[in-house]
Nanobody, 114 residues
Framework: QGRLVQSGGGSVQAGGSLRLSCATS????????MHWYRQAPGKERDVVAS???????NYTDSVKGRFTISRDNARNTVYLQMTSLQPEDTALYYC????????WGQGTQVTVSS
């Protein structure tokens, strides 16, 4: 049984930075594609960034150049480094993977004030 446990996040002023972490267990992490999603109040949950097993990355347009997804296969952990944060980045952030079934992290609040 897989498990994704998130840490990081919090509150920051516009222009600030935060890093999210997602530690995994119960999956063969080095082969898993990992994703970060976010859900703002009243909106759908949308993918923000993805990283494949070979390290290839993809980002939604609104975060390109500001967010960086990375992985540490030795620690079975995926990260989301967020810089130049803006109020519109305020949301609940979730890590996600599919390993025989969908797994989601518990969610982490990121709040950016202007």
């Amino acid at each position: 049984q897989g498990r994704l446990v998130q840490s990081g996040g919090g509150s920051v002023q516009a222009g600030g930075s935060l890093r999210l972490s997602c530690a995994t267990s119960g999956i063969t992490f080095k082969y898993a594609t990992m994703h970060w999603y976010r859900q703002a109040p009243g909106k759908e949950r949308d993918v923000v960034a993805s990283i494949s097993s070979n390290g290839a990355t993809n980002y939604t347009d609104s975060v390109k150049g500001r967010f960086t997804i990375s992985r540490d296969n030795a620690r079975n952990t995926v990260y989301l480094q967020m810089t130049s944060l803006q109020p519109e980045d305020t949301a609940l952030y979730y890590c996600k993977t599919y390993w025989h079934r969908h797994y989601w992290g518990q969610g982490t609040q990121v709040t950016v004030s202007s």
